[in-house]
Nanobody, 116 residues
Framework: QVQLVESGGGMVQPGGSLRLSCAAS????????MSWARQAPGKGPEWVAG????????IYADTVKGRFAISRDNARNTLYLQMNNLKPEDTALYYC?????????RGQGTQVTVSS
């Protein structure tokens, strides 16, 4: 059974940073492209970033390019999202997904709120 468990969210002031984690189980994590996506209140899901199985080819949405960094630890079956210089418009439920540009949510996600 595939499980994706996100953590690391919270409330932060504009300009702050957070690091999200996604612990994966029940799948061959090291062979899969993975993504981070988000959904803000009242809006549809938005793809944020993706990474190849080797972790050396990240891709980003224009809205987060230069501020966010996706990475992975295949030995720990864990995906990460380092978020810097956060803005109020980054407020959303963040979740990991299977695929290079995926937005389908399997887990509970982790809430990120950027507010002063």
């Amino acid at each position: 059974q595939v499980q994706l468990v996100e953590s690391g969210g919270g409330m932060v002031q504009p300009g702050g940073s957070l690091r999200l984690s996604c612990a994966a189980s029940g799948l061959l994590f090291g062979r899969l492209h993975m993504s981070w996506a988000r959904q803000a209140p009242g809006k549809g899901p938005e793809w944020v970033a993706g990474v190849n199985p080797g972790g050396d080819t990240p891709i980003y949405a224009d809205t987060v390019k230069g501020r966010f960094a996706i990475s992975r630890d295949n030995a720990r079956n864990t995906l990460y999202l380092q978020m810097n210089n956060l803005k109020p418009e980054d407020t959303a439920l963040y979740y990991c997904a299977l695929g290079p540009t995926a937005i389908f949510r399997r887990g509970q996600g982790t809430q990120v709120t950027v507010s002063s």
